[in-house]
């Protein structure tokens, strides 16, 4: 029995009189990759601004690797090696493919304290820059403006951020959202091609329940900020109680994920 | 025991007029998102156009507490219109640069048309003198009158606030523009009529400064200074954070002036910075963090 | 191609200035002068606004005091130019550390406000700290001496004194670009762009921007001191919010986008003033509506716009 990479233990969010996030218990093992599902409103986003450093948890504790993390900056997580991508595209768009990667490799490797080297003459982090690129099948696009790439090229994009500091676990934030579906199946066997590589753990938000099946080991189902239920792709299409919310919930209840998004 | 018992009454003086006018950048920046760096300059058109009215037109100091701030409010809403409509989707700096541009237009124009001298504008014949209150200590009947004006808005405008349907529509454009438009409320409008809104309120607070502060070129600077300070000290977007910080400042300018003459240009500073360190959103401030 | 265009364009540009003494009527040898300081500091401004995306209202105090250390010097130590410049860029970079430590903190917003507020503190300090900084008459009546590193220059001379700034300030703006092309100026342009991802990948954006704002405060510090010996004088009004106006237009006008934008803006900048202020008083009004019209319709500066056209041109 490993220890999980990532303890959560009643981890709560609460705006005001509402309640976006409740007592959520997770573990999350090395390596696997667990989705988290559930209609809009339902507290994912705000769920991960909580592991990731965005927002404080108001109960609760994250551990990572046996480490409290709770409340931690977002810098300070991203170092402990945990890495985000976000619902909107969140990329810098002014600045060529490559040079977005650059930014975070810079991160990594700590040139970004390096007042005098020109940063266009680093070829280690360049080399690095385009390999990683290549890996996600854009790197064609290297030297374009990232601004005007097209929207799945840029969701691509930012997973290639995203993996720059190496991190350990991984979350994805509606990574096919938006896409087209030839768009949405390279960005499937894509994570599926990192996933294999057990260099990551991953958690995954998705709608499309194609995409679910198809990455993940375990579902976490939630539902108006608990945890409704968590287990193999299996377990959770046969649990009365997913059925119960997925068939009488109007999924268009847009108003909780707009008050995560405050 | 009476000279600190005038000096927290000056405090509160100083305190309920910074209110007036800080309250106004307050709820601009609420709707618009934008701090206005003209507000002071706005404040000091207010005392211009009283000193006009008063000194020049020989109206009464009613007329001018009625004209000025509407003037102003029309200007505001002139200016919002012609001005500030192209960058309310750019970027925040946008707005910024360009409320600072208002600022040095109204400024030089108020130089060029009023010119740099040092104006003085008499209270109202009922409002001078002064009362004896604490024992033997002399008030002035104006500063008084400062006072009740203060409180009565104080009162106001918790009202419009909480109990108003245009005080709610501003609450919820301020949370959130685009759940104010899903509610049909116009938000355009909101946001000129809050523009001028802030604008009358500047005013406002000049025409009652004028009688007891110089007139000149530099009172809009002093004032949109101060105004900074208290916002930061009180908290950013938030009614009751502007009424703290205005009270905390007039309290700094009250008894600073009066215990600690040396550093008492410095103390506003002071307490801003203090603030700033340990309480970074303000005493009553929601989060702003970098 | 065009980098080949564009360097030839740069090195016609510097050699003109260094024959500018020659050629140019006596007059303009002094605005030349100005020219050139406004144009580093406008410069230094825009590594934090161009580059960082902050707004600095407060320029002006790291601007002020880097020309009062350098005229205190003068006047009281004589010390040679060189070791007061150096001296003016470390006040400037420590007031722009002190001042930065409580004013990235927070937002934009905040940013834009504390820095007018700060740098009014620090006026308001100039004009009541009599016994120091003399009051609104400033410090006045100091001479050059020496230059420094033993090099023998007559500074009272317009035209020697022209070509001292113009060699300092090539020097400077070198370093400076040097610093906006280094990963760390990478880094500054990713925290523009998009501050929140780039704390997701691990780096504490408060300290690059209070380490850019340093660097910054340093640089307006080298070049306010350079302005005493110019203007023979520091006062109080150099500190003003006005003066810390001069580089937000500068940048405006000349284009935020590109290192050498400030410097077109500085050159447009002064000329202007040079010309209006001699045809009306109205200066600042005329500012004000330009900074305003800039903004609104031609956000991209002048020599940006230039730029942005010709370099997409195929």
Same mark, same amino acid.
């Given at each position: 029995?490993?220890?999980?990479?990532?303890?959560?233990?009643?981890?709560?969010?609460?705006?005001?009189?509402?309640?976006?996030?409740?007592?959520?218990?997770?573990?999350?093992?090395?390596?696997?990759?667990?989705?988290?599902?559930?209609?809009?409103?339902?507290?994912?986003?705000?769920?991960?601004?909580?592991?990731?450093?965005?927002?404080?948890?108001?109960?609760?504790?994250?551990?990572?690797?046996?480490?409290?993390?709770?409340?931690?900056?977002?810098?300070?997580?991203?170092?402990?090696?945990?890495?985000?991508?976000?619902?909107?595209?969140?990329?810098?768009?002014?600045?060529?493919?490559?040079?977005?990667?650059?930014?975070?490799?810079?991160?990594?490797?700590?040139?970004?304290?390096?007042?005098?080297?020109?940063?266009?003459?680093?070829?280690?982090?360049?080399?690095?820059?385009?390999?990683?690129?290549?890996?996600?099948?854009?790197?064609?696009?290297?030297?374009?403006?990232?601004?005007?790439?097209?929207?799945?090229?840029?969701?691509?994009?930012?997973?290639?951020?995203?993996?720059?500091?190496?991190?350990?676990?991984?979350?994805?934030?509606?990574?096919?959202?938006?896409?087209?579906?030839?768009?949405?199946?390279?960005?499937?066997?894509?994570?599926?091609?990192?996933?294999?590589?057990?260099?990551?753990?991953?958690?995954?938000?998705?709608?499309?329940?194609?995409?679910?099946?198809?990455?993940?080991?375990?579902?976490?189902?939630?539902?108006?900020?608990?945890?409704?239920?968590?287990?193999?792709?299996?377990?959770?299409?046969?649990?009365?109680?997913?059925?119960?919310?997925?068939?009488?919930?109007?999924?268009?209840?847009?108003?909780?994920?707009?008050?995560?998004?405050? | 025991?009476?000279?600190?018992?005038?000096?927290?009454?000056?405090?509160?003086?100083?305190?309920?007029?910074?209110?007036?006018?800080?309250?106004?950048?307050?709820?601009?920046?609420?709707?618009?998102?934008?701090?206005?760096?003209?507000?002071?300059?706005?404040?000091?058109?207010?005392?211009?156009?009283?000193?006009?009215?008063?000194?020049?037109?020989?109206?009464?100091?009613?007329?001018?507490?009625?004209?000025?701030?509407?003037?102003?409010?029309?200007?505001?809403?002139?200016?919002?219109?012609?001005?500030?409509?192209?960058?309310?989707?750019?970027?925040?700096?946008?707005?910024?640069?360009?409320?600072?541009?208002?600022?040095?237009?109204?400024?030089?124009?108020?130089?060029?048309?009023?010119?740099?001298?040092?104006?003085?504008?008499?209270?109202?014949?009922?409002?001078?003198?002064?009362?004896?209150?604490?024992?033997?200590?002399?008030?002035?009947?104006?500063?008084?009158?400062?006072?009740?004006?203060?409180?009565?808005?104080?009162?106001?405008?918790?009202?419009?606030?909480?109990?108003?349907?245009?005080?709610?529509?501003?609450?919820?454009?301020?949370?959130?523009?685009?759940?104010?438009?899903?509610?049909?409320?116009?938000?355009?409008?909101?946001?000129?009529?809050?523009?001028?809104?802030?604008?009358?309120?500047?005013?406002?607070?000049?025409?009652?400064?004028?009688?007891?502060?110089?007139?000149?070129?530099?009172?809009?600077?002093?004032?949109?200074?101060?105004?900074?300070?208290?916002?930061?000290?009180?908290?950013?977007?938030?009614?009751?954070?502007?009424?703290?910080?205005?009270?905390?400042?007039?309290?700094?300018?009250?008894?600073?002036?009066?215990?600690?003459?040396?550093?008492?240009?410095?103390?506003?500073?002071?307490?801003?910075?203090?603030?700033?360190?340990?309480?970074?959103?303000?005493?009553?401030?929601?989060?702003?963090?970098? | 191609?065009?980098?080949?265009?564009? *360097?030839? $364009?740069?090195? !016609?540009?510097?050699?003109?200035?260094? =024959? @500018?003494?020659?050629? #140019?009527?006596? &007059?303009?040898?002094?605005?030349?002068?100005?020219?050139?300081?406004?144009?580093?500091?406008?410069?230094?401004?825009?590594?934090?606004?161009?580059?960082?995306?902050?707004?600095?209202?407060?320029?002006?105090?790291?601007?002020?005091?880097?020309?009062?250390?350098?005229?205190?010097?003068?006047?009281?130590?004589?010390?040679? *130019?060189? $070791?007061?410049? !150096?001296?003016?860029?470390?006040?400037? =970079? @420590?007031?722009?550390? #002190?001042?930065? &430590?409580?004013?990235?903190?927070?937002?934009?917003?905040?940013?834009?406000?504390?820095?007018?507020?700060?740098?009014?503190?620090?006026?308001?300090?100039?004009?009541?700290?009599?016994?120091?900084?003399?009051?609104?008459?400033?410090?006045?009546?100091?001479?050059?001496?020496?230059?420094?590193?033993?090099?023998?220059?007559? *500074?009272?001379?317009?035209?020697?004194?022209?070509?001292?700034?113009? =060699?300092?300030?090539?020097?400077?703006?070198?370093?400076?670009?040097?610093?906006?092309?280094?990963?760390?100026?990478?880094?500054?342009?990713?925290?523009?762009?998009?501050?929140?991802?780039?704390?997701?990948?691990?780096?504490?954006?408060?300290?690059?921007?209070?380490?850019?704002?340093?660097?910054?405060?340093?640089?307006?510090?080298?070049?306010?001191?350079?302005?005493?010996?110019?203007?023979?004088?520091?006062?109080?009004?150099?500190?003003?919010?006005?003066?810390?106006?001069?580089?937000?237009?500068?940048?405006?006008?000349?284009?935020?986008?590109?290192?050498?934008?400030?410097?077109?803006?500085?050159?447009?900048?002064?000329?202007?003033?040079?010309?209006?202020?001699?045809?009306?008083?109205?200066?600042?009004?005329?500012?004000?509506?330009?900074?305003?019209?800039?903004?609104?319709?031609?956000?991209?500066?002048?020599?940006?716009?230039?730029?942005?056209?010709?370099?997409?041109?195929?």
């Amino acid at each position: 029995m490993t220890d999980p990479i990532l303890n959560i233990h009643n981890l709560t969010k609460r705006f005001g009189g509402n309640t976006a996030v409740s007592g959520i218990n997770l573990q999350v093992m090395p390596r696997e990759t667990l989705a988290i599902i559930g209609p809009n409103g339902a507290g994912k986003t705000t769920f991960y601004n909580m592991v990731s450093g965005r927002m404080q948890p108001t109960e609760g504790t994250v551990e990572l690797n046996g480490h409290d993390i709770t409340g931690l900056k977002p810098h300070k997580i991203s170092r402990m090696g945990v890495s985000r991508s976000f619902q909107i595209n969140n990329i810098f768009p002014e600045m060529t493919v490559r040079q977005n990667v650059e930014v975070a490799l810079s991160a990594f490797h700590g040139y970004s304290r390096k007042l005098f080297n020109l940063a266009s003459g680093n070829r280690k982090v360049q080399e690095e820059a385009d390999e990683l690129l290549n890996r996600l099948s854009i790197g064609e696009l290297s030297s374009q403006r990232a601004g005007i790439i097209s929207y799945g090229d840029k969701r691509l994009l930012e997973i290639a951020v995203v993996l720059a500091t190496r991190p350990k676990l991984v979350l994805l934030d509606e990574p096919t959202a938006g896409m087209t579906p030839e768009e949405t199946r390279r960005v499937t066997k894509l994570i599926r091609s990192l996933a294999d590589s057990g260099d990551y753990t991953f958690l995954i938000t998705e709608h499309d329940m194609g995409v679910v099946f198809d990455l993940a080991d375990r579902i976490l189902v939630m539902h108006r900020g608990e945890s409704l239920a968590v287990g193999t792709v299996e377990e959770v299409k046969n649990n009365p109680d997913v059925k119960k919310a997925y068939l009488g919930e109007d999924e268009d209840d847009e108003d909780g994920e707009k008050e995560a998004a405050v | 025991m009476s000279g600190l018992g005038a000096a927290l009454l000056n405090s509160l003086d100083i305190g309920l007029l910074l209110f007036v006018i800080a309250v106004g950048l307050n709820i601009v920046f609420g709707v618009l998102n934008v701090i206005n760096f003209a507000h002071g300059a706005l404040y000091m058109l207010g005392a211009y156009l009283a000193f006009t009215l008063m000194n020049l037109l020989g109206l009464s100091f009613i007329v001018a507490l009625i004209v000025a701030p509407l003037a102003v409010a029309v200007l505001a809403v002139i200016i919002d219109r012609l001005v500030l409509r192209f960058i309310y989707e750019r970027d925040i700096a946008d707005s910024l640069l360009l409320t600072f541009a208002l600022l040095l237009i109204i400024n030089e124009s108020v130089r060029m048309i009023w010119g740099s001298g040092i104006h003085t504008v008499q209270p109202p014949e009922l409002l001078r003198g002064s009362v004896g209150i604490f024992g033997d200590t002399l008030y002035p009947v104006y500063s008084l009158f400062v006072i009740v004006v203060g409180l009565v808005l104080v009162a106001a405008l918790w009202f419009i606030f909480n109990r108003t349907r245009a005080g709610k529509i501003m609450r919820a454009a301020a949370l959130d523009r685009d759940m104010a438009e899903a509610l049909c409320i116009n938000t355009k409008l909101v946001v000129t009529g809050v523009f001028a809104f802030g604008a009358w309120l500047a005013a406002l607070g000049g025409v009652v400064a004028a009688p007891m502060r110089a007139v000149d070129p530099g009172m809009g600077d002093k004032i949109i200074i101060e105004s900074f300070i208290v916002v930061v000290i009180g908290g950013l977007g938030s009614f009751p954070g502007a009424l703290a910080g205005a009270m905390v400042l007039g309290l700094i300018h009250g008894l600073g002036g009066r215990y600690l003459p040396e550093i008492n240009l410095l103390l506003p500073f002071i307490g801003m910075a203090l603030v700033l360190l340990f309480k970074p959103n303000g005493l009553m401030g929601k989060g702003a963090n970098a | 191609m065009k980098s080949a265009i564009l *360097l030839g $364009a740069l090195v !016609l540009t510097v050699i003109l200035l260094i =024959a @500018l003494p020659w050629v #140019v009527p006596y &007059f303009y040898i002094f605005i030349g002068t100005e020219i050139l300081i406004m144009g580093l500091f406008a410069a230094s401004f825009n590594l934090v606004f161009g580059y960082t995306g902050m707004l600095s209202f407060g320029h002006a105090a790291f601007f002020g005091i880097g020309t009062y250390a350098t005229a205190m010097l003068l006047l009281h130590l004589q010390w040679p *130019l060189l $070791a007061c410049l !150096l001296v003016s860029m470390g006040m400037g =970079a @420590l007031l722009a550390l #002190v001042i930065g &430590f409580l004013s990235v903190r927070l937002n934009e917003v905040y940013f834009a406000m504390l820095t007018l507020a700060f740098g009014m503190m620090v006026f308001s300090i100039a004009h009541m700290w009599r016994s120091v900084t003399n009051g609104s008459d400033g410090i006045a009546g100091f001479t050059l001496g020496a230059f420094g590193l033993g090099i023998d220059l007559t *500074l009272g001379n317009p035209a020697v004194y022209y070509h001292v700034v113009l =060699a300092i300030v090539i020097v400077a703006s070198l370093v400076l670009y040097l610093i906006c092309r280094s990963s760390f100026g990478l880094i500054l342009q990713a925290i523009r762009q998009n501050a929140e991802r780039v704390s997701f990948c691990g780096l504490n954006i408060r300290l690059y921007r209070l380490a850019a704002f340093t660097i910054s405060g340093a640089f307006a510090g080298l070049a306010g001191g350079m302005m005493a010996p110019f203007l023979r004088v520091a006062s109080p009004e150099m500190m003003h919010w006005s003066t810390s106006a001069e580089p937000v237009l500068m940048s405006i006008l000349g284009g935020t986008g590109y290192f050498l934008g400030p410097y077109v803006g500085s050159a447009l900048f002064v000329l202007l003033e040079t010309w209006i202020t001699s045809v009306t008083q109205a200066w600042m009004l005329f500012l004000g509506i330009v900074l305003a019209l800039m903004v609104m319709f031609f956000r991209r500066g002048i020599l940006g716009t230039f730029l942005d056209w010709w370099l997409d041109k195929k």
